[in-house]
C-alpha cells in the first residue's frame, strides 16, 4: 500500500503529466461537433472513431516520460538494486496511471458520448470499453516507452502503434454490436482477455527492458 501511495504522491506532483493528457482528450472531444458541421444531425457516424483514437492519444501523452525522470536522476537504478520485486512495482506504476488518468478519461467518454449521441444505453455500454481500452493502451504504450528510454518518444510510438490496431478493430466491432444489440458482450470479454495477458506480462518485459538500458 505504501508504494501504491508514493507513485500516487509523485504522480500528483507532476501536475502536467496527469492533467495534460485529459485537457487534450476534453478538447479533441470539444472540438469534433465544431468541426464537423455537415454531420451536425449524425454526429455519432463518426464520434467513436474518434472516440478510441483520442483515448489512444491521450494514453501515449500520458506515458511519454512515465521512465525518463527515474532514469536521469539514477531513482530507476537504485530502485532495482534496493527491491527484488520490480516487476510488481511496474505494475503498481501502471495501475496508478490508469487511475489518475484513464479512469477520469473513461467517466468524460461516457458523458460525451450520453451528449453526442442522447443514448444512455449505449453510452452505460461503451463506458467499461473505454475502462478496459485505456487499460490495454497504457501498458502498451509504457512497453514502448521503456523500449525508447533513451532514444526519444518517437521511436516507442512507432513501435507500439501496430499493437494498439488490433485493439482498435475490436473496439470498432464493438460499437457496431452494441449499436445492434449483438455479441458486444464476446467483445468486451475478449477485450479483458487481452488485458489479463498484457497486465501481466507487460511489467516483466518492461523491467527486462529497463535493467537493460542500465546495464
Given at each position: 500500500?505504501?508504494?501504491?501511495?508514493?507513485?500516487?504522491?509523485?504522480?500528483?506532483?507532476?501536475?502536467?503529466?496527469?492533467?495534460?493528457?485529459?485537457?487534450?482528450?476534453?478538447?479533441?472531444?470539444?472540438?469534433?461537433?465544431?468541426?464537423?458541421?455537415?454531420?451536425?444531425?449524425?454526429?455519432?457516424?463518426?464520434?467513436?472513431?474518434?472516440?478510441?483514437?483520442?483515448?489512444?492519444?491521450?494514453?501515449?501523452?500520458?506515458?511519454?516520460?512515465?521512465?525518463?525522470?527515474?532514469?536521469?536522476?539514477?531513482?530507476?537504478?537504485?530502485t532495482i538494486i534496493?527491491?527484488?520485486?520490480?516487476?510488481?512495482?511496474?505494475?503498481?506504476?501502471?495501475?496508478?496511471?490508469?487511475?489518475?488518468?484513464?479512469?477520469?478519461?473513461?467517466?468524460?467518454?461516457?458523458?460525451?458520448?450520453?451528449?453526442?449521441?442522447?443514448?444512455?444505453?449505449?453510452?452505460?455500454?461503451?463506458?467499461?470499453?473505454?475502462?478496459?481500452?485505456?487499460?490495454?493502451?497504457?501498458?502498451?504504450?509504457?512497453?514502448?516507452?521503456?523500449?525508447?528510454?533513451?532514444?526519444?518518444?518517437?521511436?516507442?510510438?512507432?513501435?507500439?502503434?501496430?499493437?494498439?490496431?488490433?485493439?482498435?478493430?475490436?473496439l470498432g466491432k464493438?460499437?457496431?454490436?452494441?449499436q445492434f444489440g449483438?455479441?458486444?458482450?464476446?467483445?468486451?470479454?475478449?477485450?479483458?482477455?487481452?488485458?489479463?495477458?498484457?497486465?501481466?506480462?507487460?511489467?516483466?518485459?518492461?523491467?527486462?527492458?529497463?535493467?537493460?538500458?542500465?546495464?
Amino acid at each position: 500500500m505504501n508504494v501504491f501511495y508514493l507513485e500516487y504522491l509523485k504522480l500528483k506532483k507532476k501536475t502536467r503529466h496527469w492533467i495534460g493528457p485529459i485537457i487534450v482528450f476534453i478538447l479533441i472531444m470539444i472540438a469534433y461537433p465544431l468541426t464537423v458541421e455537415f454531420l451536425e444531425k449524425d454526429l455519432e457516424k463518426g464520434f467513436y472513431s474518434l472516440l478510441w483514437i483520442s483515448i489512444l492519444l491521450s494514453m501515449m501523452l500520458a506515458t511519454e516520460d512515465i521512465f525518463l525522470e527515474d532514469y536521469n536522476d539514477g531513482t530507476l537504478e537504485q530502485t532495482i538494486i534496493s527491491i527484488s520485486s520490480f516487476p510488481f512495482l511496474i505494475a503498481k506504476k501502471i495501475f496508478i496511471y490508469w487511475f489518475m488518468i484513464g479512469i477520469p478519461i473513461s467517466l468524460f467518454s461516457f458523458l460525451f458520448s450520453l451528449g453526442i449521441t442522447k443514448n444512455l444505453n449505449i453510452s452505460l455500454l461503451v463506458f467499461p470499453f473505454a475502462m478496459i481500452c485505456s487499460y490495454i493502451f497504457l501498458n502498451l504504450f509504457v512497453f514502448g516507452s521503456a523500449l525508447s528510454l533513451n532514444k526519444g518518444s518517437v521511436l516507442g510510438a512507432i513501435i507500439t502503434m501496430p499493437l494498439a490496431l488490433p485493439v482498435l478493430i475490436v473496439l470498432g466491432k464493438g460499437v457496431i454490436a452494441i449499436q445492434f444489440g449483438i455479441n458486444y458482450l464476446e467483445l468486451l470479454l475478449l477485450l479483458l482477455g487481452s488485458l489479463s495477458i498484457i497486465i501481466t506480462s507487460v511489467p516483466f518485459i518492461v523491467s527486462y527492458i529497463i535493467k537493460a538500458h542500465l546495464e
